[in-house]
């Protein structure tokens, strides 16, 4: 029912910067902690960054923590993620998803393993050396 659609990928040079957007539509997008993810080929996918239902929390990986920013739009049913100093190794598909059933501390707890329901088609961020 629900549909992901993710954009802004793009090809950037080491250090560049990118604005990644995810619309979210057939679910009640407030009720839901929302998180980025990231996969390359043959890896499993990978927690990047989480926000709370109206905003006032988020949670990165130690990876990208300090050079990332997740952020939400309510009003239009979107999230976003603003990356800066981009580097080689954060090439990948990355991909937006939410959890409706926990609480925020429980999402924290719990996001690296969680299992969701579907995935949006991704958007490819590709860094240059």
């Known amino acids: 029912q629900g549909q992901l659609i993710e954009s802004g990928g793009g090809l950037v040079q080491t250090g560049g910067s990118l604005r990644l957007s995810c619309v979210v539509s057939?679910?009640?997008?407030?009720?839901?902690?929302m998180g980025w993810f990231r996969q390359t080929p043959g890896e499993e996918r990978e927690f990047v960054a989480g926000?709370?239902?109206?905003?006032?929390?988020?949670a990165y990986a130690d990876s990208v923590k300090g050079r990332f920013k997740i952020s939400r739009d309510n009003t239009k049913n979107m999230v976003y993620l603003q990356m800066n100093s981009l580097k080689p190794e954060d090439t990948a598909v990355y991909y937006c998803?939410?959890?409706?059933?926990?609480?925020?501390?429980?999402?924290?707890?719990?996001?690296?393993?969680?299992?969701?329901?579907?995935w949006g088609q991704g958007t490819q961020v590709t860094v240059s050396s």
């Open positions: 998803n939410g959890d409706r059933s926990s609480a925020w501390t429980h999402f924290l707890d719990g996001v690296r393993s969680m299992d969701f329901d579907s």
């Open positions: 057939g679910r009640a997008f407030s009720d839901y902690h």
């Open positions: 926000i709370s239902r109206t905003g006032g929390g988020t």
